[in-house]
């Protein structure tokens, strides 16, 4: 059986959503970042970038999210583009995207929004302008579609893994200025294979509160800074 990595943060949760979607088995193995599980040497053998999330198939081991839906897709053949070079064109530039830009620029601004000590405009200036950037691109591309392709597929379920967070990146009232992400957010959401994605969190332990142990494991190089003082 396919075993999953997993904390409850964007990444990790489109690989859930795209084993629930596919109906495949698979197991949660649970890796607390706040508590430091992805150091672990354990998780380490199995992705030596200590992220979430990780999977393993058999005598498979595969890092990083998009090697991972890439992996699966190819795998089981389903939620993936048409076979056309034009698709895969297509499909492989907002894969890259959503892996490169949305992801990296949102969790960047949540670090300096919530996380790093002042001074920080400068820094969520940055982030804030680029995320908001991106996700315009997305509104954009899905004010003119149902999805971002001809069907729905692993770049929604990418999206709508992000989406879910909207709030807590740009604010409650983002929602006005990207009604498109909101439409493909809600019709997701509506999904029994999301809801049952957004069940994991209750269903297993994970730490909630950030305090000094969490700080250390999310943000080792803070040790350094202290070293140096």
Known sequence: MIKLYYHPSPNPVKIALYLEETNTPYEIVVTDTRKGDQHKPEFRAINPNGKTPALVDGDIKVFDSTAIILYLGEKFGKFMPAKTPVAHAEFYSWLM???????????????????????KDYAINRYDFEAWRHWEILENRLSKQPYMLDEYGILDMSVWAWARMIPRFLGEAAWDKLPSVKRLLDEINAKPSAKRVEEIATRYSFKTEVDEESRRNLFPSNERLKKSN
Do not use: D, I, M, S
């Not at 670090?111 to 002042?118: D, R, V």
């Open 97 to 119: 995207f959503l892996a490169t830009g949305v992801g990296p620029y949102c969790g960047q601004l949540v670090h300096f929004k919530y996380f790093a000590p002042e001074p």
